[in-house]
């Protein structure tokens, strides 16, 4: 795993290098691959694991059609359904599997970096034997899971804030195709 977390790393430096992308492109983008590059729990412990190796990768729709309250304020741009999934090491280092739907809203922009926000749900799977228990809904091996993001985007390249439940927070970065 720690191969593909550096090759992405790579690729992702080696992507800055690549000319600007037009505002266009950069906007109607399909997919969006990320990794983890630092996650903190609010109250630690010492069987808390702080990498999480994390591959994600996500399919982005066409853009939503403007709402009432859209078409009266220009700062927003339309909202874009997505799909995907992400594999990791949870906070206890067991393999997980995350599949998810949700929406990402365009925030504000400044220059060449735009904000947004991201809301995700789904169902999570790998939380087994002593953690069954440390997510809720988990009887069954599969338990569901709501994530929300704030990110910024930069030509092809982004970073995102996740908040996960009341546990803590990541930071991971990615490319968009």
């Known amino acids: 795993m720690r191969i593909i977390k550096y090759g992405i790393y790579a690729v992702f430096i080696g992507y800055l290098g690549f000319p600007a992308a037009q505002a266009s492109e950069v906007d109607d983008f399909r997919?969006?691959?990320q990794t983890s590059i630092w996650t903190t729990h609010f109250n630690p412990k010492p069987?808390?694991?702080n990498d999480?190796?994390?591959l994600g990768f996500e399919?982005?729709?066409k853009r939503l059609p403007a709402s009432r309250y859209q078409r009266y304020n220009d700062t927003f741009d339309y909202a874009r359904p997505l799909a995907g999934a992400a594999w990791f090491r949870n906070s206890f280092g067991q393999k997980t599997v995350y599949a998810y739907g949700?929406?990402?809203q365009?925030?504000?922009r400044y220059g060449q970096v735009q904000t947004y926000g991201k809301l995700t749900a789904g169902l999570i799977h790998g939380y087994r034997g002593e953690y069954k228990d440390k997510i809720p809904f988990n009887q069954l091996g599969i338990a569901p899971a709501i994530l929300p993001m704030l990110g910024a985007q930069y030509q092809r390249s982004f970073a995102e804030v996740t908040l996960f439940g009341v546990s803590g927070v990541m930071l991971t970065v990615g490319l968009t195709f």
């Open 31 to 33: 997919f969006q691959l």
């Open 102 to 104: 949700g929406v990402r």
């Open 106 to 108: 365009n925030l504000i």
């Open 59 to 61: 399919f982005y729709g």
């Open 47 to 49: 069987e808390h694991n």
């Open 52 to 54: 999480q190796n994390l």
